[in-house]
Nanobody, 121 residues
Framework: QVQLVESGGGLVQPGGSLRLSCAASGSIGSIKVMGWYRQAPGKQRELVASMPTGGSPIYVDSVKGRFTISRDNAKNTVYLQMNSLKPENTAVYSC???????????????WGQGTQVTVSS
């Protein structure tokens, strides 16, 4: 019943910018953390950025100073502003949320479908 839907991916030139969005919907009790992962072909999935509810963001070192994660708690939405993009940032970016469904006692991970980001000239 819980769904995460990403948007905002696309093709951009090196040095350009994109903003990704992810909205969680359904029978949600509470969200502990929302974040973004990415996976390039032939490589492992890695955490790009995450933001706990009411807490401070965490970034992988390679994107610090260029990417900014933010959240709109009223909309159950997380954003990733990506500036100064590089070809090595090309990947499928997926939204993740650790949340508790309403009427559940347990927290679990939920994933979006992924959105392609391609950085190329």
């Amino acid at each position: 019943q819980v769904q995460l839907v990403e948007s905002g991916g696309g093709l951009v030139q090196p040095g350009g910018s994109l903003r990704l969005s992810c909205a969680a919907s359904g029978s949600i009790g509470s969200i502990k953390v929302m974040g973004w992962y990415r996976q390039a072909p032939g490589k492992q999935r890695e955490l790009v950025a995450s933001m706990p509810t009411g807490g401070s963001p965490i970034y992988v070192d390679s994107v610090k100073g260029r990417f900014t994660i933010s959240r709109d708690n009223a909309k159950n939405t997380v954003y990733l502003q990506m500036n100064s993009l590089k070809p090595e940032n090309t990947a499928v970016y997926s939204c993740n949320a650790n949340l508790r469904r309403r009427f559940s006692n347990d927290y679990g991970d939920y994933w979006g479908q992924g959105t392609q980001v391609t950085v190329s000239s």
